[in-house]
């Protein structure tokens, strides 16, 4: 008996603490947030589907409200190019908005691509795979690659109805001191540990 008292303690100090995750604690690690993309076309103002078109000189704007304070990663993708367009570093506390490039500009299509896809990243850390993206070397195969590996690892969820609401706010970072009317059009998605969010646009000219 005392034998195997002591290989059971051994055990439990040789393997990772997650492996004994209890359902309660696993829950602990789902993040949410509110998100989506306004696109500008003309006098046409809408939100953006994840599969969607744009015309040259079409703008566009991401909205994001973390449920609380992390990181949050804006990467562009083009057949050539891949970009880390902002990474904010988000500690406004719960229900603030980050408006990206900011609540008076947009960002414009040019037309240069036949597609542009936009992701946006939350997650309440640093996430390391992404430094040779912040490093800016990191080519459209190894950035699918990565995005692939990233999407399998959240499992992202888009909010059943019934699910509780997280409150909005009206606090806004990148910066405005009123909430824009958008704010009310967005989803709340849920990632297991971070969540990753993809739009492709079909340009066209």
């Known amino acids: 008996m005392r034998l195997l008292i002591i290989l059971v303690f051994g055990i439990w100090?040789?393997?990772?603490?997650?492996i004994f995750l209890t359902p309660a604690n696993a829950e602990n690690?789902?993040?949410?947030?509110?998100?989506g993309i306004q696109i500008t076309s003309g006098s046409h103002i809408k939100k953006a589907k994840s599969f969607d078109t744009m015309k040259a000189n079409d703008l566009?704007?991401?909205?994001?409200?973390p449920e609380s304070n992390g990181v949050v990663y804006l990467v562009q993708a083009t057949e050539k190019m891949v970009t880390l367009i902002n990474r904010v570093d988000y500690d406004s506390g719960k229900g603030s908005t980050i408006i990206l490039p900011s609540d008076r500009t947009d960002f414009q299509v040019y037309g240069n691509n036949t597609v542009e896809k936009i992701t946006i990243i939350y997650s309440p850390e640093v996430i390391p795979q992404l430094s040779p993206l912040e490093r800016g070397n990191i080519s459209t195969a190894e950035w699918q690659a990565l995005k692939t590996g990233l999407v399998e690892e959240s499992k992202i969820i888009m909010a059943e109805q019934h699910?509780?609401?997280?409150?909005?706010?009206?606090?806004?970072?990148?910066?405005?001191?009123?909430?824009?009317?958008?704010?009310?059009k967005l989803r709340i998605y849920s990632g297991k540990g971070f969540l990753i969010k993809s739009y492709e646009f079909k340009i066209k000219k």
């Open 13 to 18: 100090n040789l393997v990772p603490p997650s």
């Open 29 to 35: 690690l789902m993040v949410r947030a509110r998100l």
């Open 60 to 65: 566009y704007r991401v909205y994001i409200q």
């Open 163 to 184: 699910e509780k609401p997280f409150s909005i706010g009206g606090n806004t970072r990148v910066l405005t001191k009123r909430p824009a009317p958008f704010t009310k």
